[in-house]
Nanobody, 125 residues
Framework: QVRLVESGGGLVQPGGSLRLACAAS????????MGWFRQAPGKEREFVAA????????SYADSVKGRFTISRDKPKNTVALQMNSLKPEDTAIYYC??????????????????WGQGTQVTVSS
């Protein structure tokens, strides 16, 4: 059974940093992408970042570009999201996604087959 478990969420002040981690078990994703999405209250799930199978290609939503960094550790079967200069509008539940195959010009939730349960990130003073 495939499981993705996120950790690292919490409450942080504007301008602060958080590092999210996602540990995958049940299978490896050596030949496919992994990514992060988020969903704020009353909004649809949106793409945040993705990283390809060999970590050579990363993609970011315009809203997080320059502030967030995605990375993966293939031997450990993990993916991380370093979030700096956090803003209140970054508040959302963040979801880890795995086994991504890009089918369009932009990454979409439907490109990923496996999902974590999510971790809450709240940016507030």
């Amino acid at each position: 059974q495939v499981r993705l478990v996120e950790s690292g969420g919490g409450l942080v002040q504007p301008g602060g940093s958080l590092r999210l981690a996602c540990a995958a078990s049940g299978r490896t994703f050596d030949t496919s992408a992994m990514g992060w999405f988020r969903q704020a209250p009353g909004k649809e799930r949106e793409f945040v970042a993705a990283i390809n199978w060999n970590s050579m290609i990363t993609s970011y939503a315009d809203s997080v570009k320059g502030r967030f960094t995605i990375s993966r550790d293939k031997p450990k079967n993990t993916v991380a999201l370093q979030m700096n200069s956090l803003k209140p509008e970054d508040t959302a539940i963040y979801y880890c996604a795995a086994d991504g195959v890009k089918r369009g010009y932009y990454w979409a939730a439907s490109d990923f087959d496996f999902w974590g349960q999510g971790t809450q990130v709240t940016v507030s003073s």
